[in-house]
C-alpha cells in the first residue's frame, strides 16, 4: 500500500506560479510511474503529467505544456508539479497519483491517488 500525501495548492491570480508537491509513503519510485491529474468542477478527473524514474522521462497534456513541469526528488520520495503561467482554466482539485512502469495517461492506469489539493486561479 502507498500513501501519497499533496500539499502546495491555493487560490493565485492568472499568471502567478504555484509548486505542488506529492509525497509518497515509501520508496517505489524506482518502479513506477508519478503522475498529476486534475478535475475541474462538473467535469471528469483528466491527465495533466507523467514522469517515470528509469529512463526518466516526462509527458504533458497539450494544455500545460511549456508551463508546468513536473520533476521527482528520490532522496524525499517526493513529485512535484511546478506550475507557471496559470490560467482560470487551471483551477480545479489537483490529484497525485502512483501508477506502474508503463502508466501513461489513462486514469485507470493509476493505482493509487491522494486526497487532492484545490489549485484556484482567478482571471
Known amino acids: 500500500q502507498v500513501q501519497l500525501l499533496e500539499s502546495g495548492g491555493g487560490s493565485v491570480q492568472a499568471g502567478d506560479s504555484l509548486r505542488l508537491s506529492c509525497r509518497a509513503s515509501?520508496?517505489?519510485?524506482?518502479?513506477?510511474?508519478m503522475g498529476w491529474f486534475r478535475q475541474a468542477p462538473g467535469k471528469e478527473r483528466e491527465f495533466v503529467a507523467t514522469i517515470k524514474w528509469s529512463p526518466t522521462t516526462a509527458m504533458y497534456t497539450d494544455a500545460v505544456k511549456g508551463r508546468f513541469t513536473i520533476s521527482r526528488d528520490d532522496a524525499k520520495n517526493t513529485v512535484y508539479l511546478q506550475m507557471n503561467s496559470l490560467k482560470a482554466e487551471d483551477t480545479g482539485v489537483y490529484y497525485c497519483a502512483a501508477g506502474r512502469s508503463d502508466s501513461q495517461r489513462g486514469t485507470d492506469e493509476y493505482d493509487y491517488w491522494g486526497q487532492g489539493t484545490q489549485v484556484t486561479v482567478s482571471s
Open positions: 515509501k520508496r517505489t519510485f524506482s518502479t513506477v510511474a
